[in-house]
């Protein structure tokens, strides 16, 4: 256990990070497969999950949750998705 005290906070703020990011990547999940269960139900809804999704990405790119290059290859699968309803 810590004993200095800026050690004993870098605990703390780390551990409340580490919540704020796994619950991010949960919402990012849960989107992505209700995506895909829209997409395979040919549901008009999808364009509108997609557009929600690509917004939750960047944000969680922008704090740092995921990099920037994963969210970008996430948005393009989503966006291949979209046009793989639309055929």
Do not use: P
């Amino acid at each position: 256990m810590a004993h200095m005290k800026s050690a004993i906070k870098r605990i703390r703020t780390s551990r409340e990070a580490n919540l704020r990011n796994r619950s991010r990547i949960s919402e990012i999940k849960t989107i992505e497969k209700k995506l895909r269960a829209a997409v395979e139900a040919n549901d008009a809804a999808a364009v509108e999950l997609a557009r929600k999704f690509a917004s939750i990405l960047d944000k969680a790119a922008k704090v740092g949750t995921i990099h920037a290059n994963r969210a970008a290859n996430k948005k393009s699968q989503a966006d291949k998705l979209i046009a793989s309803m639309a055929k």
